[in-house]
Nanobody, 117 residues
Framework: VQLQASGGGSVQAGGSLRLSCAAS????????MGWYRQAPGKQRELVAN???????NYVDSVKGRFTISRDNAKNTVYLQMNSLKPEDTAVYYC????????????WGQGTQVTVSS
């Protein structure tokens, strides 16, 4: 599976962006799809993920502001980001997880999100 992330950009604090992750294969077969981010000098962290059963999970710092969703028909996962803060500035990566005996992870290229105060 190849993942193509898009939608990043530069916004002012309080603004919104929507990230998209288009998959070359069917995402319905994936156990989970997620978004991670990595800020300069920091480790990559999970921002949000959504399971094949549409159960969602968010890091505390984005709860109430970000929404992850998936469109299986379009093989695309979205991350709607509202009320953006400067601390949301990072490179955002799309991830797909498939459990077949062991975990198989697929990564897209990053998309830069920059939030200015």
């Amino acid at each position: 599976v190849q993942l193509q992330a898009s939608g990043g950009g530069s916004v002012q604090a309080g603004g919104s962006l929507r990230l998209s992750c288009a998959a070359s294969g069917t995402i319905a077969s994936m156990n989970a799809m997620g978004w991670y981010r990595q800020a300069p000098g920091k480790q990559r962290e999970l921002v949000a993920n959504i399971t094949s059963g549409n159960v969602t999970n968010y890091v505390d710092s984005v709860k109430g502001r970000f929404t992850i969703s998936r469109d299986n028909a379009k093989n695309t996962v979205y991350l709607q980001m509202n009320s953006l803060k400067p601390e949301d500035t990072a490179v955002y990566y799309c991830n797909a997880l498939l459990w077949v005996v062991v975990a198989h992870e697929f990564w897209g290229q990053g998309t830069q999100v920059t939030v200015s105060s």
